[in-house]
């Protein structure tokens, strides 16, 4: 399992309320947001800007 951080231009952090059950699911809705991979971590468009702009795919523990 997958969560998104996202931090914004003054560093604040929160994350996404889905959790995705591979790397993959978790990039394509990035992707799909208008962010792009870019070292490790994503990158949103400064064209697309919605209040923030990276985010990270960090792996989760979640018992089922």
């Not at 994350?15 to 990035?30: H, P, Q, R, V």
């Not at 208008?34 to 994503?42: I, M, T, V």
Request: with cysteine; aromatic share 20%.
């Amino acid at each position: 399992m997958f969560t998104i951080t996202f931090e914004n231009e003054t560093h604040n952090q929160w994350s996404c309320e889905y959790i995705f059950e591979s790397y993959d699911d978790a990039k394509t809705y990035l992707k799909a947001e208008g962010f792009s991979p870019k070292q490790g971590l994503f990158v949103r468009n400064k064209r697309n800007w919605s209040g923030f702009k990276k985010a990270y795919i960090t792996p989760r523990k979640v018992w089922k």
